[in-house]
């Protein structure tokens, strides 16, 4: 077997930095565009779509272990292609519609390639998760060479995303001691998510109202 040495070593913690970077510079190029969005739907309509936005990188140790779960090739290029969440960016959205109308301004921007698209919004999941979420694929301009890395972006609103974090929580305690969530627990939380939408579906007309109630009084 050959030994490595100290120079390989150096030479992969390069690569890796490299590689880790690329997905940053896509984030950073996703949040100006989502900046750009907010502060132009501001000056234009007096609204704000967007509460806050939140990215976050894997690292590679959470990268190593997704592989494995997932079985793929251990190369900067096996795992490119087959983790696409690698860099992801979370917003939240105040209302439904809002969530629609940024995933549709992302969409059509001409150099953002959007690879794949799950609406756990109009079909949650089986313990009621909710979420748009999109992989896009972003250009990046390095010094030498434009990639296209890919991105995950999750929308949804405040409520969804409380849901979703307290369910997280909830899930790993469980997960720690390896225990299986029991039935009754279960139902509860998908109660909790079918309250969360009725709370979205409340505010949302609320809103919609009240921008009726405005227009009538400009008139
Ligand atoms: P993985 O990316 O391998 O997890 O599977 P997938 O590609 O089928 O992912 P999916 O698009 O369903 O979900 C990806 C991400 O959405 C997860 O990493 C979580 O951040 C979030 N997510 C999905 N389902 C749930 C859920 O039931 N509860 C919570 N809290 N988050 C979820
Ligand atoms: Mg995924």
New binding site residues.
């Given amino acids: 077997m050959n030994q490595l040495s100290i120079n390989d070593l150096k030479r992969f913690k390069n690569e890796l930095t490299r590689f880790m970077m690329t997905y940053k510079f896509a984030l950073d190029e996703i949040e100006t565009r989502i900046e750009i969005l907010v502060q132009e739907f501001e000056m234009l309509h007096e609204y704000n779509p967007i509460e806050h936005t939140k990215s976050r990188l894997k690292s590679p140790e959470s990268i190593f272990h ?1 592989l494995n779960r ?1 079985g793929g090739d251990l190369s900067f290029s096996g795992i490119k292609e087959s983790i696409k ?1 690698i860099a992801g960016m979370r917003i939240t959205c105040s209302f439904v519609s809002d969530i629609y109308v940024i995933s549709q301004m992302l969409k059509s921007q001409s150099d953002l390639k959007v690879l794949d698209e ?1 609406d756990y919004i109009k079909n949650p ?1 089986p ?1 009621g ?1 909710q ?1 748009l ?1 999109l992989i896009i694929e972003v250009p990046v301009h390095l010094s030498d060479r434009l990639e296209s890395v890919c991105i ?1 972006v ?1 929308i949804r609103t405040i409520a969804m995303d409380f849901w ?2 307290l ?2 929580k909830i899930y790993y305690k469980f997960n720690q001691g390896n225990q299986a969530v029991p039935a009754r627990l279960l139902d509860e939380l998908k109660q909790a998510a079918a309250a969360a939408s009725a709370l979205d579906l409340q505010m949302e007309r609320l809103h919609a109202e009240i921008e009726v109630i405005k227009e009538e009084q400009s008139e």
């Fill in positions: 997704k997932k969440d799950k999941k313990n998760y979420s979420h995950e999750q979703a974090s369910e997280h």
